[in-house]
């Protein structure tokens, strides 16, 4: 059971936005920013957004973040074939003093 | 170029250990914040600790104090994680990630720091 709640799939068709939510709590994501990763089979997994809503070098501005209070969501715009992976949310927790991630979403393009 | 490059697979028997290593590329040991974190089958990640090399501070997620050990050998520019005690339930894909500083890293605290970079994982199978 992940302490971070993410839907377990999703789905979009080429072209379409999609966003996907995290929900959490007042000792994660309440107080400290949210982090997203995209995990494509066999890869590393790779930072997509940091900070909330803040893209790393390199990262489409397709893929966006944002958060309110207690929960976040990572949405994808212009959705392509190549966008399909397990997407992480995480945040530190001030309770259990470490990362947190969200079970993880399966992204799949029809 | 920052660049994380991890050792092997491993096999293990139950009872016994594993080290993991992550050699880090693109800057020195102090310029750098490192997490373990890892993927069991069918599981979502999973955070096992970290260290901050530069401060020689190290965390343990609490489900795996007492069994985990995570070093820097700043000769080598390497991260070790070592998990003692393996059962079956450890076989999983274990990743190194680090958040990269530019310069010296400098906070103290492992919330400062982003997953910017990550290995490709070491795959460790326990079984008898």
């Known amino acids: 059971q992940s302490v971070l709640t993410q839907p377990p799939s999703a789905s979009g068709t080429p072209g379409q936005r999609v966003t996907i939510s995290c929900s959490g709590g007042s000792s994660n994501v309440g107080i400290f920013s949210v982090n997203w990763f995209q995990h494509l089979p066999g890869a590393a997994p790779k930072l997509l957004i940091h900070?909330?809503?803040q893209r790393p070098s390199g990262v489409p501005d397709r893929f966006s973040g944002s958060k309110s209070v207690t929960s976040a969501s990572l949405a994808i715009s212009g959705l392509q074939s190549e966008d399909e992976a397990y997407y992480y949310c995480a945040a530190w927790d001030d309770s259990v003093n470490g990362w947190v991630f969200g079970g993880g979403t399966k992204l799949t393009v029809l | 170029q920052v660049q994380l490059v991890q050792s092997g697979s491993e096999v293990k028997k139950p009872g016994s250990s594993v080290k993991v290593s992550c050699k880090a590329s693109g800057g020195t040991l102090s310029s750098f914040a490192f997490s373990w974190v890892r993927r069991a089958p069918g599981q979502g990640l999973e955070w096992m600790g970290g260290?901050?090399?530069?401060?020689?501070?190290?965390k343990y997620a609490q489900r795996f104090q007492g069994r985990v050990t995570i070093t820097a050998d700043e000769s080598t520019g390497t991260a070790n994680m070592e998990l003692s005690s393996l059962t079956s339930e450890d076989t999983a894909l274990y990743y190194c990630?680090?958040?990269?500083?530019?310069?010296?890293?400098?906070?103290?605290?492992?919330?400062?720091?982003?997953?910017?970079?990550w290995g490709k994982g070491t795959t460790v199978t326990v079984s008898s």
């Open positions: 990630a680090a958040a990269h500083c530019g310069g010296q890293c400098y906070s103290r605290y492992f919330y400062n720091y982003n997953l910017d970079v």
């Open positions: 900070s909330n809503h």
């Open positions: 260290i901050i090399p530069v401060f020689d501070i190290v």
